[in-house]
């Protein structure tokens, strides 16, 4: 899933989105208030692997008495998980006074997710068929296509999104992971994603060791983890300041 979005008030151009833009930008998407401000980029933050990540999120669901509507949430305000949490960040975003646009070209029959498209229906925000058109009107694209667990080869009909993309001057934030990326490796050596480096990585829980090959600026959302849970996976929840859901990091040093 993908979300394009527009600000109500005017930003002056696609190439004029400065990094000062975008810090607040990502602030707004995370439920922040709008202060010029970023946090310190020299944290050292350790990664968490795909195994380690998905044994994360069902301790939250289990022994952390987490409902998946609850995580789904709470993603949502750090900018969103792949999938239906983009859904649950278009929404926020609506009510931040940005007006999203939806590629959702491979809908889910699950109900939470229907429930989160029903939603959105509700709030008029448009779901588009044709993604290069809707590029065309864009500021920001929010990239919530693949979660942690994507492996493999990029599937119809998201190759030529990926390359979209990959080509594109629009700023761009990935979620968790940009999309055709491996969670352990990063991008694909050659062909399809192998160029894809989004302007903007927001981290979930905790980095990924994809991280290690990311280059543009890093945040990481994940302000419902308990310290006894930090604690056992064996990573820092980072210092995050007042409301705020994200917090901007530094480059990875270590992996579990």
């Known amino acids: 899933m993908i979300d394009l979005w527009r600000k109500i008030y005017t930003l002056d151009s696609i190439s004029a989105f400065s990094s000062a833009q975008l810090t607040m930008a990502i602030k707004v998407l995370s439920h922040s208030v709008l202060v010029a401000e970023s946090y310190s980029a020299n944290l050292v933050v350790q990664t968490l692997g795909a195994k380690a990540a998905a044994a994360l999120d069902q301790e939250l669901m289990s022994t952390g008495a987490f409902s998946i509507d609850q995580l789904m949430e709470l993603a949502g305000l750090a900018v969103s998980q792949a999938g239906g949490d983009g859904l649950v960040a278009a929404r926020h975003l609506f009510y931040y006074g940005y007006r999203p646009t939806i590629f959702y070209p491979k809908k889910s029959k699950n109900e939470l997710y229907q429930r ?141």
């Not at 029903?118 to 929010?142: N, R």
């Not at 990029?154 to 993309?165: A, C, G, N, T, Y």
């Open 116 to 256: 989160l498209a029903k939603q959105l229906e509700d709030l008029e925000v448009p779901f588009v068929d044709d993604f290069p058109t809707a590029m065309k009107s864009t500021d920001h694209i929010v990239d919530a296509i693949f979660g942690f667990s994507f492996s493999g080869e990029v599937r119809e009909p998201f190759p030529d999104v990926i390359k979209s993309l990959q080509e594109t001057k629009i700023p761009v934030t990935s979620v968790d992971a940009p999309s055709s990326w491996d969670i352990e490796n990063g991008p694909p050596k050659t062909g399809l994603g192998s160029s894809f480096m989004p302007t903007a990585l927001v981290s979930l829980t905790a980095p990924k060791p994809l991280v290690n090959h990311f280059t543009g600026r890093h945040f990481v959302g994940g302000r419902f983890v308990s310290p006894s849970i930090a604690k056992k996976y064996k990573f820092d929840v980072p210092p995050y300041q007042g409301i705020d859901q994200v917090v901007e990091i530094g480059p990875s040093e270590q992996k579990l």
